[in-house]
Every structure is written in C-alpha cells, then in structure tokens.
C-alpha cells in the first residue's frame, strides 16, 4: 500500500509537469503580448511563443510592433521569429549571459509631412521591453536576412527605398570574455540595398559605459542611381539617366568626442538626356536638370569620371557639427588636384 501511494505520488508529479509545460506557452504567450502593448507610442503583438527548457531558450512568432497614431500603412517592427537563450559557449568564461537572434526582421522608418504621420522610433524607450523580455545582460545578438526600409507615402512620386539581405553578428557586448582593451566588443554587418548596392559596417565598440565608445568602418558601394529616382525626383527633382553612387565613411566616438568624416562620390553620372526628356518633361524641369548637369560636369573628376568630397564631422554626443568650407575645398580638391579613393581611408585610430 506504502509503496502504491508512492507511485501515485510520482505520477501525480510527472503529470503536473506535463500540464504545466504545455500551459506554460500560453501564460508566456500572454505576458508578451502585455509588455508589447505597454510600448509609449506604440502597440505590438506575437502570435505563439515556442519553449526549449533543456536549453534555456523561448522563440517568439511572428513579432509586429505598429505606431498608434498617423494611420501609417507599414508596421514600424515586423520580425518572423526571434530566438532569445543562454549564450552556453559564455558559462566557459564563468559569465551567465543572453543571445539574441532576429529572423526575417524588418524596421520601417517613415518619413511624413508632421510627426504624427512620420515613423522613427524616436519617441519610444525600447530598452524597457528589450530588459522585460530578456531578463539576462544580452552578450551576442545577431539578424538573419533582414531588412529596413525608409518610405515616404506622402512625396511625389513615392519613396520605398530598402537595405535588405541584412546580416549582422555582435559579439561580447557585455564583455563576458571579460577583454581588457577599451573596445572589447565587435560588429560585422553586411546588406544588399535597392540598385544593387553593397554595404558592409565593421565595429569595435564599448558598451558599458554611460556613453558607449565605438570605432566604425562603413562601405556602401555599386549602388545603380537610376534605380534611386524615385527618391532623387521626390526630393532633388530631377531624375538620373546612368550613374553609380558610393559612400565610404569612418566614424569614432570616444569619451563623448566625435570625430570622423562621410565621404560620397557620384561616379559616370549623367543627369540630362535631351533626347528623350524633350516632350516628356516640363520646360522648368529640362531647366534644372541642365543646371545640375552642367554642376556636375564643373566638380568632376574627368580622368575619373566622379564628383566627390569628404564631409568632416566633430563635435561632442548631441551636437555634432560639419566644416563647410572644408567640404567645399574637398570637392574642388577631388575635381582639380587628386581624385578621392574609392576607400576608407584609414586615417582615425582611437588611441590617437
């Protein structure tokens, strides 16, 4: 009898697991949804929750996040699923800490005519949820095949411009390797943006500090400018017949210091096409088509077919200012003196 009772006892437990493991989705299914719609600004909700106990992880479904106000028809955070679990490979480090893995996410940034209808995430303070969802210090984070999105639904024609095939890796963001240099953290993304270019951001970074220091390379290259016209007519109004676009840039932030430059060149670009613009175009339109072409052909490089400068930028966290006539001289420099490398240059070092 002793022994039956014990067996039942057991029994009993395993079922309780049981019941309790497979309610246990819905009850984390519904926490979710709850912090997701306490987002100022915004609301959000998952549709299932999937749990691995025997590795310390939970996968969220099908993530959106959607602005409130402004009736704006792209939600601003759409994810397919999102991993979240214990770095294992840290606990060999002593550390206890979290990964983070995005699949298929996609951020749309809006622009609009009043804040209302513009889309930024600006206004909200995402690391609450972030902290809410992942109780552990996230160590690694990484995105697979996303994408972002600028759109303007209110400009003439359209915008819809995207970074998509978006894949990024960070590593020891909490520092669980415990690294004794001053950027102990590192960053690799890569992308394919509409046109067909390529961009590609190297990072070291510190982001423990109050003010993170950070020393990044960023190479954004090939893109195919007529299939950014809808975005030159929108804003610059006119359009581009051929031409390609790249942008190199080096970035440091350093004890609240920033410094770095952002260097853009327009390479073969041709602006007016008479032949096919006459009849086709307004007059005023031919007109400051012409003026921009005849610019261009002013400031480029001929042996080099490109107009280019190098914007410098310095300053401390919040005011971040530009030297124009530097950037001025650099265009004349490119045009008339020594063209500018297709390259990052190389030439910020953080210990300098």
């Known amino acids: 009898m002793h022994k ?23 009850f984390v299914t519904k926490y979710v949804n709850k912090v997701l719609a306490d987002i100022d600004g915004y609301t959000g909700s998952i549709e299932d929750v999937d749990i691995s106990l025997w590795r310390g992880a939970y996968s969220i479904d099908k993530l959106k996040i959607e602005k409130i106000e402004g009736d704006i028809p ?96 960070a590593l020891n963001l909490n520092n669980a390797t415990d690294d004794k240099e001053k950027l102990p953290s590192d960053l690799k993304l890569t992308g394919t943006s509409i046109g067909g270019g390529q961009l590609l951001v190297e990072a070291d970074m510190n982001l423990l500090k109050e003010i993170p220091d950070f020393d990044v390379d960023l190479e954004f290259t090939g893109v195919n400018l007529p299939d950014l016209n809808d975005f030159i007519k929108a804003y610059g109004k006119f359009d581009v017949e051929r031409g390609t676009f790249e942008l190199y840039s080096e ?37 400051w088509e012409g003026i921009v072409e005849v610019g261009s052909e002013i400031f480029e490089n001929h042996p080099k077919d490109q107009v280019a400068t190098r914007v ?3 300053g401390e966290v919040g005011n971040v200012t530009t030297d ?9 420099k490119n045009a008339y003196i020594e063209a500018l490398t297709k390259e990052v240059d190389n030439t910020l070092n953080m210990e300098e």
């Open 251 to 287: 970035i440091i932030l350093n004890d609240g210091s920033f410094e770095g430059y952002v260097k853009p060149l327009l390479i073969d670009m041709k602006v007016l096409n008479l032949k096919e613009d006459v009849g086709e175009e307004s007059i005023f339109r031919i007109v």
């Open 4 to 26: 039956n009772k014990k067996w039942a006892f057991f029994l009993g437990f395993i079922v309780l697991l049981v019941v309790a493991r497979l309610l246990l989705p819905y």
């Open 74 to 169: 792209a939600p601003f955070l759409d994810i397919e699923r999102i991993d979240l679990s214990v770095e294992w490979s840290a606990l060999f480090d002593g550390a206890i800490v979290g990964e983070i893995i995005l699949i298929y996410p996609e951020l749309n940034f809006v622009a609009g005519p009043t804040a209302e209808e513009s889309q930024t995430g600006a206004e909200a303070d995402w690391t609450e949820p972030i902290k809410e969802l992942m109780p552990l210090q996230i160590n690694r984070f990484e995105i697979q095949r996303g994408k972002i999105a600028y759109m303007d639904f209110h400009s003439e024609p359209q915008v819809d411009i995207s970074i998509d095939s978006l894949n990024a890796v």
């Open 312 to 314: 410098p930028l310095e």
């Open 324 to 332: 124009l006539w530097t950037t001025i001289f650099t265009v004349l």
